[in-house]
Protein backbone atom coordinates (compact mmCIF):
# COMPACT_ATOMS: atom_id res chain seq x y z
CA UNK A 1 0.00 0.00 0.00
CA UNK A 2 1.61 3.22 -0.95
CA UNK A 3 1.26 6.56 0.95
CA UNK A 4 -1.73 7.98 -1.20
CA UNK A 5 -3.73 4.89 -0.24
CA UNK A 6 -2.78 5.28 3.32
CA UNK A 7 -4.10 8.83 3.22
CA UNK A 8 -7.34 8.16 1.67
CA UNK A 9 -8.11 5.15 3.98
CA UNK A 10 -7.38 7.18 7.29
CA UNK A 11 -9.14 10.11 6.02
CA UNK A 12 -12.37 7.60 4.69
CA UNK A 13 -12.13 6.02 8.29
CA UNK A 14 -12.34 9.66 10.06
CA UNK A 15 -8.83 9.22 11.05
CA UNK A 16 -6.52 12.70 11.27
CA UNK A 17 -3.68 12.70 8.83
CA UNK A 18 -0.36 14.49 10.09
CA UNK A 19 3.33 14.17 9.59
CA UNK A 20 3.88 12.18 11.81
CA UNK A 21 1.52 9.67 11.37
CA UNK A 22 2.26 9.47 7.81
CA UNK A 23 5.89 8.96 8.71
CA UNK A 24 4.66 5.65 10.74
CA UNK A 25 3.03 3.99 8.39
CA UNK A 26 5.49 4.28 5.81
CA UNK A 27 7.97 2.71 7.86
CA UNK A 28 5.92 0.03 9.12
CA UNK A 29 3.95 -0.81 6.03
CA UNK A 30 7.10 -0.68 3.92
CA UNK A 31 9.50 -2.95 6.22
CA UNK A 32 9.23 -6.49 6.12
CA UNK A 33 11.30 -6.97 9.18
CA UNK A 34 8.56 -7.73 11.43
CA UNK A 35 9.68 -4.78 13.35
CA UNK A 36 8.72 -3.29 16.73
CA UNK A 37 7.68 -0.07 18.69
CA UNK A 38 10.61 0.85 19.59
CA UNK A 39 12.37 0.40 16.24
CA UNK A 40 9.80 2.60 14.35
CA UNK A 41 10.15 5.33 16.94
CA UNK A 42 14.15 5.43 16.35
CA UNK A 43 13.22 5.54 12.97
CA UNK A 44 11.08 8.34 12.88
CA UNK A 45 12.36 10.17 15.52
CA UNK A 46 15.12 11.15 13.41
CA UNK A 47 13.00 13.31 11.14
CA UNK A 48 10.23 14.08 13.92
CA UNK A 49 12.24 14.27 17.00
CA UNK A 50 8.93 15.39 19.04
CA UNK A 51 7.02 12.09 18.18
CA UNK A 52 6.75 10.22 21.22
CA UNK A 53 6.34 6.24 22.06
CA UNK A 54 2.42 6.82 22.75
CA UNK A 55 1.97 8.21 19.42
CA UNK A 56 3.97 5.03 17.49
CA UNK A 57 1.43 2.74 19.46
CA UNK A 58 -1.54 4.75 18.74
CA UNK A 59 -1.02 4.67 15.02
CA UNK A 60 -0.14 0.82 15.15
CA UNK A 61 -3.49 0.04 17.23
CA UNK A 62 -5.36 2.63 14.00
CA UNK A 63 -3.11 -0.03 11.59
CA UNK A 64 -4.26 -2.88 13.20
CA UNK A 65 -7.88 -1.48 13.38
CA UNK A 66 -7.76 -0.63 9.67
CA UNK A 67 -6.21 -4.63 9.29
CA UNK A 68 -3.32 -3.21 7.14
CA UNK A 69 -0.68 -4.84 9.89
CA UNK A 70 -0.95 -8.16 11.97
CA UNK A 71 0.24 -7.89 15.94
CA UNK A 72 2.66 -10.61 16.85
CA UNK A 73 3.13 -11.28 20.22
CA UNK A 74 5.36 -13.94 21.81
CA UNK A 75 5.35 -15.23 25.53
CA UNK A 76 9.26 -13.89 26.19
CA UNK A 77 9.96 -11.20 23.20
CA UNK A 78 8.77 -7.74 22.61
CA UNK A 79 5.47 -7.32 20.27
CA UNK A 80 6.58 -7.27 16.13
CA UNK A 81 4.36 -5.84 13.62
CA UNK A 82 3.57 -7.54 10.01
CA UNK A 83 2.65 -5.23 7.22
CA UNK A 84 1.87 -8.66 4.96
CA UNK A 85 -1.56 -9.50 5.76
CA UNK A 86 -1.97 -12.17 3.81
CA UNK A 87 -2.38 -15.43 4.43
CA UNK A 88 1.58 -16.79 4.89
CA UNK A 89 3.49 -18.49 7.51
CA UNK A 90 5.94 -16.50 9.55
CA UNK A 91 9.18 -18.52 9.73
CA UNK A 92 10.73 -17.66 13.33
CA UNK A 93 14.43 -17.92 14.38
CA UNK A 94 13.76 -19.28 17.93
CA UNK A 95 17.75 -18.06 18.38
CA UNK A 96 17.88 -14.61 16.97
CA UNK A 97 13.95 -13.64 16.67
CA UNK A 98 14.29 -12.80 12.81
CA UNK A 99 11.02 -13.33 11.50
CA UNK A 100 10.61 -13.89 7.29
CA UNK A 101 7.52 -14.56 5.72
CA UNK A 102 6.98 -17.95 3.24
CA UNK A 103 4.09 -17.73 1.70
CA UNK A 104 2.54 -20.29 -1.09
CA UNK A 105 -0.69 -21.32 -3.21
CA UNK A 106 -0.91 -24.26 -1.31
CA UNK A 107 -1.11 -22.49 1.73
CA UNK A 108 -3.57 -19.77 0.57
CA UNK A 109 -5.33 -23.20 -1.00
CA UNK A 110 -5.25 -25.16 2.04
CA UNK A 111 -6.53 -21.59 4.10
CA UNK A 112 -9.39 -21.61 2.22
CA UNK A 113 -10.12 -25.18 2.42
CA UNK A 114 -9.95 -24.93 5.98
CA UNK A 115 -12.73 -22.07 6.20
CA UNK A 116 -14.73 -23.42 4.03
CA UNK A 117 -14.64 -26.92 6.22
CA UNK A 118 -15.42 -24.96 9.33
CA UNK A 119 -17.88 -22.80 7.71
CA UNK A 120 -17.14 -19.46 9.78
CA UNK A 121 -15.06 -16.40 8.36
CA UNK A 122 -12.10 -16.10 10.47
CA UNK A 123 -11.26 -12.52 12.00
CA UNK A 124 -7.85 -13.31 11.79
CA UNK A 125 -4.98 -16.09 11.06
CA UNK A 126 -1.22 -16.79 12.01
CA UNK A 127 1.02 -19.55 11.28
CA UNK A 128 4.02 -19.80 12.57
CA UNK A 129 7.09 -22.31 12.08
CA UNK A 130 9.85 -22.00 14.65
CA UNK A 131 13.14 -23.32 13.23
CA UNK A 132 16.80 -22.04 13.39
CA UNK A 133 18.30 -19.48 11.22
CA UNK A 134 20.76 -20.14 8.94
CA UNK A 135 22.90 -17.32 10.80
CA UNK A 136 22.27 -19.19 13.89
CA UNK A 137 23.24 -22.91 12.72
CA UNK A 138 27.01 -21.92 11.73
Given at each position: ????????????????????????????????????????????????????????????????????????????????????????????????????DYES???????????????????????DAYV???DCKG
Amino acid sequence: MNTEQVITMLRKNGHKVTPQRIAICEAVLSNKEHPTAEIIFKKISKQHPTISMTTVYHTLDLLKKLELVHEINFDNRVTRYDSNVSVHVNVICQKCGKISDYESEAIQSQWNRIVSAIKIKPVGQRLDAYVICEDCKG
